[in-house]
Structures are given as C-alpha cells and as structure tokens.
C-alpha cells in the first residue's frame, strides 16, 4: 500500500473523530429523545422511521434493533422503518409523486402518540420534509436526524439533533452511533 493511501486513511479516521467528538454537545438532546422514545413504546406507541439512500439504510438498521434487541434480552418494541415495502414505494411514487412515498405511509401509519424519525443528511430531502410535516399534522412527535446547518428539517422537527460536518460520510457515520445510542438508553429498563 502507498504512502499516499496511508495518508488518506489516516485522514479519514481523524475526520471520523472530529465529527464524533462534537457529538459530546448533543449528549442531552440525544437523553432526551431516548427518553421520548421509550415513554412512547412503553404508552402503546410506535417509532416510525424513514430516510433516502444511506438513510434509508439506517432507518432499516434502528427498526430492526428497536423490534428485536439491542443488548439484552427483552420483548420486541414496536418500530418499522418506511424504507422497505417496494409495493407501497412505488405506488405512491407512481400515482402521486416520490416526494410523497413516506407522507402517504404516515398518513396510514401514524398515531397522535407516536414518534417519528425522519433521517436526511442535509436535512432537506423533500420527502422526509413532507413525512415530518405530515406526522406534525397528525400531532406525532418529530426528530430530524441531520447534518450540517440541520435544513429545513431542524426548523420543522419536534426536536433535531444536528451533526456538525458537511461531509455525507462522515454524518452517517454520527447518525449510526446516535442511533445505537438510542437503543441502548430504550434497553436499559427493560
């Protein structure tokens, strides 16, 4: 391997720092949506996620941990991620347009008493932003899982919790550990 690679790397994984020591300000913001959460899973309520892309794959990825476990042995919390039914996803995406393929599920989904999580790097995916506006609609709890200014997702969000990079990769790195952060506060109590 060249020294130039070596350098990248090193590069790489000092970014990776950076941007997850500056997550240490987010530490109750973070304490306190864990803790909205685990109020809603435990009143009847459910989590409901959804994001494009790598976030998309994240939704996935939290849903599955929420549903089955994260730590420790405990029953399956209610949570599904918007991300994975294609028949749903392009039907809507056909009929009325992909910037409305999570509002269209929330809509048929969400209850007053649940909490919905809406993922987008820049905070401005038009189809997060409408599946947010959406459950704010229906009186739900929203959280923008962002980056960089946090975008039109931090102003309409119940509560945002902002990464502070630019770099796409370097926030979904942050919007994993956030998310595994997450599920281990809803663990814990269990």
């Known amino acids: ?17 950076d941007t997850i020591q ?7 913001q973070i304490n306190e949506v864990a803790s909205l ?3 809603t899973v435990h009143s009847g309520g459910k989590v ?37 039914d294609t028949s749903i996803i392009t039907a809507v995406a056909n009929d009325y347009g992909y910037e409305h393929i ?11 008493n649940d909490v919905v999580i809406g993922i987008s790097t820049s905070g401005n995916s038009k189809n997060v932003i409408k ?5 704010n609609t229906l009186g739900a709890t929203t959280i923008g899982l962002t980056g960089g200014d946090g975008g039109l997702i931090k102003k309409i969000s119940t509560h945002a919790i902002v990464v502070d990079s630019n770099e796409t ?22």
């Open 1 to 17: 391997m060249s020294n130039e690679n070596l350098k990248k790397i090193e590069s790489i994984f000092k970014k990776h720092q």
């Open 22 to 28: 500056k997550l240490t300000s987010l530490i109750p």
């Open 37 to 39: 959460i685990k109020k």
């Open 48 to 84: 409901l996620i959804f994001g494009n892309g790598g976030s998309a794959s994240d939704s996935q990825h939290i849903a599955a941990e929420i549903v089955g476990r994260f730590v420790k042995e405990r029953k399956g919390l209610p949570a599904i991620a918007l991300t994975t």
């Open 102 to 112: 999570f509002s269209r599920q929330i809509e048929a989904l969400c209850l007053k």
């Open 131 to 135: 599946g947010l506006e959406k459950a």
């Open 169 to 190: 990769a370097r926030i979904q790195e942050a919007h994993i550990l956030i998310g595994h952060t997450l599920c281990e506060l809803i663990d814990e109590g269990q």
